[in-house]
């Protein structure tokens, strides 16, 4: 168990609906990381906060969208949903705002978009 | 711009056998590599990282990697398969000027160990 926990760990949409993903980072640790894996994509880095502040931006869409929030925890807006969404999103943690330190995963949320 | 490859999406080795998962790096600037192992329906977890100073990083579960500037390489491995190996490994790498954080992974490979 890494200490970081995303809800849901499963959901099923229609393509055009909007979703929300929310992770909570380990108690302590200040930046949250974003990612999408998918079979012919691989792991992608969507975007990182720190301490409530977008820090870095990876290939995030302009449908997509994420926050962090006082106590910490963030949340991954995805809209207009189309079928190519269809992934594992992985919320992650670290200490500080460098990336090169260990990054602790959570277990994922399986989007399915119908 | 970084970048990573991995040579072979999956790998099959038999138990007790040498693991050699083949990472390639690409880097404008001093390069920091990772290797995450990622199990069945879980997240991935930290294997081992170089930053700066010893070239050969020892992890967790018995595996290493070196890294080596001049072949622009970080190859993992470990001496004898288990089967609790079988997972998918990722290698990356991060670098970057002006506060640029992103960490960049490799598409992983498969690694299966047969009985």
């Known amino acids: 168990d890494s200490g970081v926990t995303q809800t849901p760990k499963h959901l099923i949409t229609a393509t055009g609906q909007r979703v929300t993903l929310r992770c909570s980072p380990r108690s302590g640790d200040l930046s949250v990381y974003w990612y999408q894996q998918s079979l012919d994509q691989g792991l992608q880095f969507l975007i990182q906060?720190?301490?409530?502040?977008?820090?870095a931006k990876g290939n995030i869409l302009e449908r997509f969208s994420a926050q962090q929030f006082p106590d910490l925890h963030s949340e991954l807006n995805l809209s207009s949903l189309e079928l190519g969404d269809s992934a594992l999103y992985f919320c992650?943690?670290?200490?500080?705002?460098?990336?090169?330190?260990?990054?602790?995963f959570g277990p994922g949320t399986r989007l399915t978009v119908l | 711009a970084q970048s990573v490859t991995q040579l072979g999406s999956h790998v099959s080795v038999s138990e007790g056998a040498l693991v050699l998962l083949r990472c390639n790096y690409s880097s404008s600037v001093p390069p920091y590599l990772f290797w995450y192992v990622q199990y069945p329906n879980q997240g991935l977890q930290l294997l081992l990282k170089?930053?700066?100073?010893?070239?050969l990083v020892k992890g967790i579960n018995g595996f290493e990697a070196e890294f080596k500037k001049s072949e622009t390489s970080f190859h993992l491995t470990k001496p004898s398969a288990h089967m609790s190996d079988a997972a998918e490994y990722f290698c990356a790498v991060r670098g970057g000027s002006g506060g640029y954080q992103k960490v960049t992974f490799g598409i992983g490979t498969k690694l299966q160990v047969i009985p």
């Open positions: 992650a943690s670290s200490r500080d705002r460098s990336s090169y330190n260990e990054q602790f």
């Open positions: 170089y930053t700066t100073g010893a070239t």
């Open positions: 906060y720190y301490n409530g502040e977008e820090r």
